[in-house]
């Protein structure tokens, strides 16, 4: 049923009803929505509006933060793959030195640097890397090798490497000897030290005591009775965990065929002295000022005397035999080497020459040479008989520069009259003697029993080497009381001139520089 309503227009909440006359008798509603939009409505618009310009800035935002990572993934890649095309350059010179031994022109004849090309495995061009090469200096066999490298694809990621590379000396022990050792209980041994027979060790160390022998007799001259037999390195002596046995035998004519080659160089540019003098040369270093470099200065004077040559045999005498304490002596081999042999005692000299030297000099004498005091430098000392410490052999400083050797055909000796505190900073090879100080049995204090002997290098002896002399009840009766031995480190790579090396290159230093 119809339900009149009156006509007009009727606004019920927010909507709005407009009622017309039908030309029919019944009436009827027809409902129509305003056009006006209500508050919500127009808070939800602009929400949506906003919303779509937030998620567009996010969305932005978003791909830029993923664009910039991928940016930056590039970057450390290109980085990462630098450093190996740059380390790649290394081991490239490490090879290329060990097939071409005196090549620091990387098979040019131009100066550096020296682009190679890089590959990947499937032999695409990635990349490059660029070398400047540095040579030994006179004496050495250390090279530096700085290689940088980048990607084709990212030349300015570069990334740097420098490396030291060097053949080790032959002789990097503290000790090295063909003979027997004994080590007392005063004396320390910094460094390695390696004996082809056997080693009684008391004293203390900080490195490998190595010997050839597995088992050995014990002789007397190591305080045993009977010839018991031992270990290859045996004695009380710490720590044991460092005694090595049996070693590997260590071949003295590698060490020992140097001397020809320091004759034929002190001949050709450094100083040779003859075998005109009655005993021998005797040899000042110091340093000196030459417009403002501070150089190595040499005063060498020929020796015609030693004390006790020519010494009268009547007691009455002020020239006495008998006063000379020095006559009577022997040495590791038991043996008297003879009055004239025991007094190395230097008593009338004439000066012959004073010269400064190179920053490498040789110096070779066709007899004994006496050596003493401030070695600046790489210099070598050679003697076709004995070589003599006189006094102190020290360097202004310690460092890769200053580096001494003493080659003597026969003996490495210390004399009678010698400073109860000696300091020597050498690499003393005897090549088929013996580095030592002869015991003075009829000698007296001051000269008799001496204080302390230290070394800072190395000790290379064929046969016994020994600073002191014992009794059988291990007491120190003759030579130095105490003794240490370090061995000088910047000589492992830096050696004296002429001295034995090995075959190969090893790397010394490692390290990214940019």
Partial sequence: MAQRVLA??????????????????????????????????????????????????????????????????????????????????????????????????DGTATSGPYIHDYFDKNKNNIGKFSLDLTAPRTGSTVSTIKSTGWLNAYSGAKRTIKARVGKPSLTDYSFLTNSGI???????????????????FDGETDSVVSSYLETYRCPSSQGCSGSPWKDGVWGTGSPDVFFTYPSTYKDFDLVNNKLDEIRTNAINFGVYLDGSPNRGWHIVFSTTTVGEDIVMQAKIYSVSTCEADGCSSNWRSSNYCGNYKCRTCYNTDYADPGAAGCCLDI???????????????????????????????????????????KGNLTYPERSEENILGLTAKNNVLIPYKVSSTLEIHASMIAQTGAVQRYNYSSGQNPYKTLSMIRVNGSVVSYKIWTFSWVNSSGVVVNGFQNTETTFNVFSLFNPPPSSPVGANHVLIEWQEIK
């Fill in 8 to 105: 007009g227009k009727f606004d019920i909440g927010y909507w709005k009803f407009e009622i017309k006359k039908s030309e029919e008798k019944n009436m009827f509603f027809k409902w129509r929505k305003n056009k006006i939009i209500d508050n919500r409505g127009g808070a939800l618009i602009f929400a949506l509006v906003f919303g779509t310009i937030s998620f567009s800035m996010v969305v932005m935002g978003v791909s830029g933060y993923a664009l910039y990572q991928n940016k930056l993934a590039m970057s450390k890649h290109a980085r990462e793959m630098a450093f190996q095309i740059s380390d790649a350059g290394v081991a490239y010179y490490r090879w290329h030195i060990f097939a071409n031994e005196n090549d620091y022109q």
């Fill in 182 to 200: 004994w080590i007392g209980e005063e004396e320390l041994v910094h460094g390695k030290m390696h004996s082809n027979s056997g080693i009684r």
């Fill in 347 to 389: 008593n009338s000299e004439t000066l012959y020459l004073t010269t400064t030297s190179p920053e490498i000099a040789y110096f070779y004498s066709e007899k004994t040479t006496w050596v003493e005091g401030v070695v600046k430098g790489s210099v070598v000392v050679g003697s076709n008989r004995d070589i003599v410490i």
